[in-house]
């Protein structure tokens, strides 16, 4: 069974940097052909894609938010961080991680952190 | 604004027919890139309904199904039923020049009046 858990910090400031972890099991991102992407959720907003890293650490990142994050895997720890830099209340939102399947869908999802970002 | 585009609400009776559109361009849909489709119920995380445009995944019912044709794509749910209610998302890739990058749309609510 394949399950992913988002976890960090429910409130940053404005101007800080945003630190999540996706921790999962049931699979291993050393393995050929898996990948663990981000996304987020502002409230009652759609889906939007921030960044995705693969099993050999090729990474791509949203165009619009890409100077501001770093998506990074420990193998060892069955890990995934996304760090996004200079918060802004906009960025408010549920952030989920989930596995990349090869043929580019998502699945399974974790449950999403939600994240404030507020002085 | 998404690059895919959704209508922003669908409705339909119980036991009535109802097909969502996703309407992409030349350098996503119509690039050959598939189409996959999710189901987020209110207050939970998406899960996949549909991948590579028709295929569902086990467990999900067969009254729902996908298609693509050109640069768009449509989720069809027959015998609708309460449980349905939900928001629907494509999501697809993009080729242009910033990418190749993940994109979805604005998503669908589906209300069963």
């Known amino acids: 069974q394949i399950t992913l858990r988002e976890s960090g910090p429910k409130m940053v400031k404005p101007t800080e940097t945003l630190t999540l972890t996706c921790t999962f099991s049931?699979?291993?991102?050393?393995?050929?052909?898996?990948?663990v992407v981000w996304i987020r959720q502002p409230p009652e907003k759609a889906l939007e894609w921030l960044a995705l890293?693969?099993?050999?650490?090729?990474?791509l990142y949203s165009p619009s938010l890409k100077t501001r994050l770093t998506i990074t895997k420990d193998t060892s720890k069955n890990q995934v961080v996304l760090t996004m830099t200079n918060m802004d209340p906009v960025d408010t939102a549920t952030y989920y991680c989930?596995?990349?399947?090869?043929?580019?869908?998502?699945?399974?999802w974790g449950q999403g952190t939600p994240v404030t970002v507020s002085s | 604004q998404s690059v895919l585009t959704q209508p922003p609400s669908v409705s339909g009776a119980p036991r009535q027919r109802v097909t969502i559109s996703c309407t992409g361009s030349?350098?996503?849909?119509?690039?050959?890139?598939?189409v996959h489709w999710y189901q987020q119920l209110p207050g939970t995380a998406p899960t996949l309904l549909i991948y590579?445009?028709?295929k569902r995944p086990s467990g999900v019912p067969d009254r729902f199904s996908g298609s693509k044709s050109g640069t768009s794509a449509s989720l069809t749910i027959t015998g609708l039923r309460a449980e349905d209610e939900a928001n629907y998302y494509c999501?697809?890739?993009?080729?242009?020049?910033?990418?190749?990058?993940?994109?979805f749309g604005g998503g669908t609510k589906l209300t069963v009046l």
């Open positions: 999501q697809s890739f993009d080729s242009s020049l910033s990418g190749p990058y993940v994109i």
């Open positions: 890293i693969y099993w050999n650490d090729d990474k």
């Open positions: 030349s350098s996503n849909i119509g690039a050959g890139y598939d």
């Open positions: 049931g699979f291993s991102l050393s393995s050929s052909g898996v990948g």
């Open positions: 989930a596995r990349w399947a090869h043929l580019n869908y998502f699945d399974p």
């Open positions: 590579a445009n028709d």
